[in-house]
């Protein structure tokens, strides 16, 4: 039922006038919000995008008004409310970490100052770490460590746009930016300052020949920054890459720390 008005109403904004269209707008990102309703989830394998929840949340906009919210001395003035009851969700969220309404953390996630999203959604006991982002709709599992100043990037539209997929135990070195619906699949330890999107050359130089992939990092894989040399009319120069140097060991614990993980290849980042 909700799906349904969601997308006659996306289909005529006209709708946006009617109060049951309103209502199930407001309906849908409640559901996100308390994690009912997922803009993208494990499905067979592989990810199911939810498109109509995606519109949702773009509809949620123009019903909301601009409101002037107050926390003790600080002021905020904007559509989207700020998510409360933290302490009933068994979350921990350290000043000055921001979450928005109509996303959601899941039981025992830690917020240090940090910036949460409307549709994102954060797995159980994942680490936000200080100054890292996570952008619209963005999806981070379980026990995943977004180290310090990592930059998840959202996505609204186009609607058909996936976005970005961090699965289980996944380490994101500090710098990181991985945006424009990358997925990084479970286990997988990427190391300072590797910068993922769509047109990325992300290259496993851990074998005698060179395998590459663009908008997917294999499970357990060990990743740091690199450079391929292209030409351009001025001459050749080098351009960034993601470099696949090994596989997370068996014998690397699940929490490691990034320097861990990297030690194994003698490589410090």
């Not at 996100?32 to 929840?53: I, Y």
């Not at 009933?88 to 979450?99: D, E, L, N, S």
């Amino acid at each position: 039922m909700l799906e349904q008005k969601i997308l006659e109403v996306w289909d005529d904004r006209r709708l946006l006038e009617k109060d049951d269209y309103r209502t199930a707008i407001a309906e849908t990102i409640a559901l996100l919000n308390d994690g009912r309703l997922r803009v993208a989830q494990p499905h067979k394998g592989g990810w199911k995008l939810n498109e109509w929840v995606k519109k949702a949340v773009i509809l949620y906009f123009p019903i909301c008004q601009m409101e002037t919210v107050e926390v003790g001395p600080f002021e905020f003035h904007d559509k989207i409310p700020l998510k409360r009851h933290y302490k009933q969700m068994g979350v921990r969220v350290v000043p000055h970490a921001i979450a928005r309404y109509g996303s959601f953390l899941d039981e025992g996630a830690i917020l240090m100052p940090s910036y949460i999203n409307i549709g994102a959604w954060v797995g159980k006991h994942s680490m936000i770490d200080t100054w890292a982002t996570v952008g619209s709709c963005a999806q981070i599992g379980d026990h995943v460590h977004l180290s310090g100043g990592v930059g998840i990037g959202g996505v609204l539209e186009p609607v058909q746009a996936s976005p970005v997929i961090i699965e289980d135990h996944c380490f994101i070195g500090s710098r990181c930016i991985v945006v424009e619906g990358v997925h990084v699949e479970r286990e997988a330890v990427l190391g300072a300052n590797v910068v993922l999107t769509q047109s990325t050359r992300i290259i496993d130089v851990s074998g005698s020949k060179p395998v590459e992939f663009k908008g997917r990092i294999p499970a357990r894989s060990v990743v740091i920054p690199g450079t391929v040399n292209k030409q351009f009319p001025a001459g050749e120069f080098q351009v960034a890459c993601a470099l696949i140097i090994g596989q997370r060991k068996p014998t690397t614990d699940l929490k490691t720390s990034l320097n861990d993980a990297l030690r194994e290849y003698d490589l410090s980042v």
